[in-house]
């Protein structure tokens, strides 16, 4: 089956400790997203990569870090500079350019202990 | 940024009736798009509308677009209990090369 998988489904970050949210596509897609959803909110973009080895910030960029280093995973780190990071995080990907369909994962929820 | 802003925040209504969603945006679009939620869920691609196209339908499914006052609209006709869900627009705007998503509207159908 084609698809966009996150793991792990639920994460505890303790404090000043850096966690990372898994991402992989199977559908052969160019670019890939990381959205942030706050509780009753919309997404927010957090880093987009258009092609491999490739990545650029999205609005809401700060105390998050990427990597593109193969075409199907797009990991992303939360580091401990992100103060704020319990929420629920997104990671899409789509065939092209930015007015592609994309196509989202099931999503993991960051919490904080 | 959040261009697209849904509106109602919240919607109920009886199973049978139909939902209407609108959406105002702020500069130009390429595209508009129209995203669904479940509870706890990634987001589902419903139906995408271009900029030089008024109406589309897909299904139970019927969107508007009007550049001129720079809105949309998702109608869903003779709603089921299942269209529960959050309701999203996303736009494509020129020299953007991501989405932009708003805010949504909360659906929900009472059996």
């Known amino acids: 089956d084609g698809g966009i998988t996150q793991s792990p489904k639920y994460l505890f970050r303790k404090e000043g400790q850096n966690v990372t949210l898994s991402c992989e596509q199977n559908l052969n897609h160019d670019a890939m997203y990381w959205y942030r959803q706050d509780p009753g909110q919309g997404l927010r973009l957090i880093y987009y990569s258009q092609i491999v080895n490739d990545f650029q910030k999205g609005d809401i960029a700060e105390g998050y870090s990427v990597s593109r280093e193969k075409k199907e995973s797009f990991p992303l780190t939360v580091t401990s500079a992100q103060k704020n990071p319990t929420a629920f995080y997104l990671c899409?990907?789509?065939?092209?350019?930015?007015?592609?369909?994309?196509?989202f994962g099931p999503g993991t929820r960051l919490l904080v202990l | 940024s959040q261009q697209g802003e849904e509106d109602p925040q919240a919607l109920s209504i009886q199973e049978g009736e139909n939902a209407t969603m609108n959406c105002s945006y702020k500069?130009?679009?390429?595209?508009l798009q129209w995203y669904r939620q479940n509870s706890g869920r990634g987001l589902v691609h419903l139906i995408l509308i271009r900029s030089n196209e008024r109406e589309k339908h897909s299904g139970r499914l019927r969107v508007t677009l009007d550049t001129s006052k720079k809105s949309s609209s998702l109608l869903i006709t003779a709603s089921r209990a299942a269209d529960t869900a959050s309701y999203f627009c996303a736009t494509d705007n020129p020299g953007r090369r991501a989405l932009t998503f708003g805010s949504g509207t909360r659906l929900q159908v009472q059996p």
């Open positions: 500069t130009s679009i390429n595209n």
């Open positions: 899409a990907s789509s065939m092209g350019g930015a007015g592609e369909t994309q196509y």
